[in-house]
């Protein structure tokens, strides 16, 4: 979306110059001749016996050509990092040392001798120095993969990008490339050389996790986080709270937590800070969520003065000022962590029976003469007012729009969940979009297999180009009424995957209907590339989601 | 079994002194009287709410007192290694930081400034300089945790043992007893002063991983061997090979690996020296299974001459010489990479009808006199012998000795699965065995609840103190049919640590039926200790294994 290429440097200009020279004039780098060719994926077949038809990419580049050679790649790969974002380069040092240690897993760590590997060096260059990271950072990156032939310049492996988190795209693209030859003992990058130009198509790609209704421990939520950046997902969705239990720590409320299950199950925030600082180093951003007023009955655990009454305990008590004075406080402390322009404040299945069911509620009510239903609008555009006065975005559930669209904040984000149709219409008024249709976007409901959620499609029922570009892009959900850390990253692997690959890739290249047997093939790869990285995702085709497979075989075909 | 307790060196001659006679005279350290008591877990009554009633250890020392203090750790515990171990002392300052990394995962890294904490150092004593892991290999400890006072020499943390793999216990226990709290945000020792003197009950404390009928990447069989270090077991049986797959590589006979999945789904040796070398870091033998004849198809792929004919491929051909010189090859080469005493021959479930069936083996069999059940003992004891000569323990699956105990060499280990009495048996025969009824000890078995697998009872119709100690112990199996990377972790945990405190502590203290509910909230603790070191096990409660919890919940009760 709003991704631009970047802008390449003189010596990247040079070094793209003769890559397209060879493909023009056979003669002069003879190798590339009759080799290079835009890959056709679902048009080869696959031969898992055969690595060279095999350099699987997940989620495909927007633009690539490739060749056929095979080159080798020296265990110690040399870095060396130049542009103007050398203030940030330690994003992506610290994400080259992890991508090393992902691409010589399996290979001896240092260089055979006498070997003379054909790539010895990655150069990434990066443009700016901004490493702020927002919705919409640029996320493009260029990467060179080519050998160095003794007279000419065209050498090593080259990722440029406009910003680190391009960077790091970049390297996670690489990091698939690279294949470990257990014939050879060597890493290989096979149909050499590679020209690929990639941007998202979605600048919102996003994974969200409900850690109230079962607590993940903050070493499994990095987990979750790490697998993400190897989708190239970019938004970690924190649905922190909820009415079963409040894990969070708020300094200025310091009873909330409370609503934990136990002292234990808890977030302070150093826990949070780190968890926005680790994805970060990924180019991942943290939307925290405070769903208000309903799901929201835990919060009365620490105070009781939240409910409309010991009773009737949701949703918030619309009629006292505390309850905003406690989100306000909330929303302050929250500010401090979480630096993403978007922030969620729910708003979806209020119940307000309790409202008219509670005497001094109802009294309020009339005493401002106001419905539930009013309240309820009341509700949440106050709450949006305390999030717009910290300077964020508003997020809301569809309910919201459904509601009261024309008193929404039209700065809103308007989350799609319920079904398909939300989008087009939020999108016809103004509002910008997520797309998280429960129907192939939930990720709890197992029943739905890979290629539902593979082919659900963002735009759909969106025609206007100007309306197509105010659907920020689309969220897979993890809620955890029947997850917890013993299971939610097979019931999110692999099919975040096809959604990720929906998100970032071009639809034309990912929407024929004839691509679904080789993009099975490619999908399966992918989770079998994320088993290697420790990654628990589950077999592919799986009638239900994160069922165990039926019998012994290949993690490639199950 | 074998363990002994550690020879105290004088310092700790004097600690111990001092915390015993704190013990007797209450005027002399006063803040020990009426509080230093034996534990008495399955009396206290569990309240999730405070957690100085909840310092939870699992499996559950063979000694052990504590008191009433509670004392804070320092982030910045130094650690000072002595004693004769200093030749191996790498290992145990390995696992200092592993642990370190552990227990201060949820503070702050620094020190608080101003803040004088009770325990800042780790006093580890190791007095053997012998680091070869073996089985038997002494893995008791002494555990001291006690605050220093002004006026005392009684203070910091004190871990003494004999061989570094009784530290490494030591470690463990006490990061047990760590405890973050998350009100102070520093880490507690709670119920100090501690006083643990730990030992084994069996010396072969197993899980066994089959990597045949599914492909488990490098990644992931660390992770199960990290884990296992966490409940004390102290073998991992890797089942390598089976009919559907081959996938070590052995250097010896090159083609083997093609009866891999895919040219993928493999192991190099660097690869299995890399699993010993992570294993033996963490005091785990890593024991080889090369089961023959049966369950050996896939090794016909690279030469099928093993086979009895290309239409009748299993078991192993027993007519060939090439055969046992196979076989010789691959002992020879795995000779190099596995240390350990024990190795696995395997011989189970073998279906001899293609030698009858087979032209030229049935001739053999003719020519030799020989029925199929001749063969069958000829084979494992040939191959027993190949075993022998490369200085191996040989270990065999039951059928071997239900079939002809009397032939088999009388340094076999009986491994028994098929039911309960075949080591009662054995033992009275003068053969060792390992415990392994696949009613209660098979993972795979899904319908078998937790209680199940920690009442059962490896010494079981063994009374006799000498066969008693044939027992070599046991062993908890995760056969790969339906198991793959996306889901063992939680087939094997928390079932695999009800086992593994059944074959570590004491029996009389782990074995009243009364302990039940107390033993479960124990093992919820020790459940919810692994998710929060990232390992995915499942809920305890769970009708069958690795099953979803059932609604939203705390972790502690599910």
Same mark, same amino acid.
């Given at each position: 979306?709003?991704?631009?290429s970047?802008?390449?440097?003189?010596?990247?200009?040079?070094?793209?110059?003769?890559?397209?020279?060879?493909?023009?004039?056979?003669?002069?780098?003879?190798?590339?001749v009759?080799?290079?060719?835009?890959?056709?994926?679902?048009?080869?077949?696959?031969?898992?016996?055969?690595g060279?038809?095999?350099?699987?990419?997940?989620?495909?580049?927007?633009?690539?050509?490739?060749?056929?050679?095979?080159?080798?790649v020296?265990p110690?790969?040399?870095?060396?990092?130049s542009?103007?974002?050398g203030?940030?380069?330690?994003?992506?040092?610290?994400?080259?040392?992890?991508?090393?240690?992902?691409?010589?897993?399996?290979s001896?760590?240092?260089?055979?001798s006498?070997?003379?590997?054909?790539?010895?060096?990655?150069?990434?260059?990066?443009?700016?120095?901004?490493?702020?990271?927002?919705?919409?950072?640029?996320?493009?990156?260029?990467?060179?993969?080519?050998?160095?032939?003794?007279?000419?310049?065209?050498?090593?492996?080259?990722?440029?990008?406009?910003?680190?988190?391009?960077?790091?795209?970049?390297?996670?693209?690489?990091?698939?490339?690279?294949?470990?030859?257990?014939?050879a003992?060597t890493?290989?990058?096979?149909?050499?050389?590679?020209?690929?130009?990639?941007k998202?198509?979605?600048?919102?790609?996003?994974?969200?996790?409900?850690?109230?209704?079962?607590?993940?421990?903050?070493?499994?939520?990095k987990?979750?986080?790490?697998?993400?950046s190897?989708?190239?997902?970019?938004?970690?969705h924190?649905?922190?709270?909820?009415?079963e239990?409040?894990?969070?720590?708020?300094?200025?409320y310091?009873?909330?937590?409370?609503?934990?299950?136990?002292?234990?199950?808890?977030?302070?925030?150093e826990?949070?800070?780190?968890?926005?600082?680790?994805?970060k180093?990924?180019?991942?951003?943290?939307m925290?969520?405070?769903?208000?007023?309903?799901?929201?009955?835990?919060?009365?655990?620490?105070?009781?003065?939240?409910?409309?009454?010991s009773s009737c305990?949701?949703?918030?008590?619309?009629?006292?000022?505390?309850?905003?004075?406690?989100?306000?406080?909330?929303?302050?402390?929250?500010?401090e962590?979480?630096?993403?322009k978007?922030?969620?404040?729910?708003g979806d299945?209020?119940?307000?029976?309790?409202?008219?069911?509670t005497?001094h509620?109802?009294q309020?009510?009339?005493?401002?003469?106001m419905?539930?239903?009013?309240?309820? =609008?009341?509700? &949440? #555009?106050?709450?949006?007012?305390?999030a717009? +006065?910290?300077n964020?975005? *508003?997020? $809301?559930?569809?309910? !919201?729009?459904?509601?009261?669209?024309s008193?929404?904040?039209?700065?809103?984000?308007v989350?799609?969940?319920?079904?398909?149709g939300?989008?087009?219409?939020?999108?016809?008024?103004?509002?910008?979009?997520?797309?998280?249709?429960?129907?192939?976007?939930?990720?709890?409901?197992?029943?739905?297999?890979?290629?539902?959620?593979?082919f659900a499609?963002?735009?759909?029922?969106?025609?206007?180009?100007?309306? =197509?570009?105010l &659907? #920020?892009?689309?969220?897979?959900?993890m809620? +955890?009424?029947?997850?917890? *850390?013993? $299971?939610?990253?097979? !019931?999110?692997?692999?099919?975040?995957?096809?959604?990720a690959?929906?998100?970032?890739?071009n639809r034309d290249?990912?929407?024929?209907?004839?691509?679904?047997s080789?993009?099975?093939?490619?999908?399966e790869?992918?989770?079998?590339?994320?088993?290697?990285?420790?990654?628990?995702?589950?077999?592919?085709?799986?009638?239900y989601g994160?069922?165990?497979?039926?019998?012994?075989?290949?993690?490639y075909?199950?």
């Amino acid at each position: 979306m709003s991704s631009n290429s970047p802008k390449p440097n003189n010596r990247t200009i040079l070094l793209f110059f003769f890559f397209f020279i060879s493909l023009i004039f056979p003669f002069f780098l003879p190798v590339f001749v009759n080799s290079s060719r835009t890959l056709s994926l679902h048009k080869s077949k696959l031969r898992f016996d055969d690595g060279q038809n095999l350099t699987f990419l997940w989620p495909l580049p927007s633009q690539f050509t490739s060749g056929n050679q095979t080159l080798t790649v020296d265990p110690n790969l040399s870095f060396v990092f130049s542009g103007n974002g050398g203030r940030s380069s330690y994003i992506v040092e610290e994400a080259f040392q992890r991508y090393k240690n992902i691409i010589f897993k399996y290979s001896s760590k240092v260089s055979k001798s006498g070997v003379v590997y054909d790539l010895q060096k990655l150069n990434v260059i990066v443009h700016s120095d901004n490493d702020e990271l927002q919705l919409g950072v640029d996320e493009s990156y260029s990467l060179l993969v080519a050998k160095n032939y003794e007279h000419s310049i065209i050498g090593e492996i080259t990722i440029e990008a406009n910003s680190v988190y391009g960077a790091l795209r970049g390297l996670e693209t690489l990091s698939q490339l690279c294949v470990f030859d257990y014939g050879a003992k060597t890493v290989l990058v096979f149909k050499a050389p590679w020209f690929i130009q990639d941007k998202p198509r979605f600048e919102f790609r996003g994974l969200s996790l409900d850690t109230s209704r079962h607590y993940y421990p903050v070493d499994v939520i990095k987990q979750v986080i790490e697998s993400m950046s190897y989708a190239k997902l970019n938004v970690f969705h924190w649905h922190i709270l909820d009415e079963e239990s409040f894990p969070l720590e708020v300094p200025r409320y310091p009873n909330l937590w409370r609503g934990a299950y136990t002292k234990w199950e808890r977030y302070t925030v150093e826990d949070a800070q780190e968890i926005v600082s680790f994805a970060k180093m990924r180019g991942i951003n943290v939307m925290a969520e405070v769903d208000v007023p309903g799901h929201a009955e835990s919060w009365g655990k620490g105070y009781p003065d939240l409910w409309p009454s010991s009773s009737c305990t949701e949703p918030l008590d619309v009629s006292k000022n505390f309850t905003f004075d406690v989100i306000s406080g909330i929303l302050a402390d929250m500010r401090e962590i979480f630096p993403f322009k978007l922030f969620h404040l729910g708003g979806d299945e209020v119940n307000t029976d309790c409202w008219n069911s509670t005497p001094h509620v109802k009294q309020w009510l009339q005493d401002h003469n106001m419905t539930t239903k009013d309240a309820y =609008q009341y509700f &949440v #555009l106050r709450a949006q007012e305390i999030a717009l +006065s910290h300077n964020w975005t *508003p997020v $809301n559930w569809e309910e !919201t729009f459904n509601a009261f669209p024309s008193k929404l904040n039209p700065q809103t984000v308007v989350h799609n969940w319920l079904g398909p149709g939300v989008c087009p219409k939020a999108v016809a008024k103004g509002f910008r979009c997520i797309f998280s249709n429960q129907g192939v976007w939930y990720l709890d409901h197992l029943d739905v297999p890979w290629d539902d959620v593979y082919f659900a499609e963002p735009l759909e029922g969106i025609k206007d180009a100007s309306e =197509q570009q105010l &659907v #920020l892009g689309g969220e897979v959900c993890m809620w +955890s009424e029947t997850a917890d *850390p013993s $299971n939610a990253q097979q !019931t999110i692997w692999p099919r975040a995957a096809a959604a990720a690959e929906r998100l970032w890739s071009n639809r034309d290249a990912t929407s024929a209907t004839d691509t679904n047997s080789s993009t099975l093939n490619r999908l399966e790869y992918f989770r079998c590339l994320l088993t290697r990285r420790g990654i628990p995702a589950a077999p592919v085709r799986n009638h239900y989601g994160r069922s165990p497979p039926t019998g012994p075989g290949s993690c490639y075909v199950q």
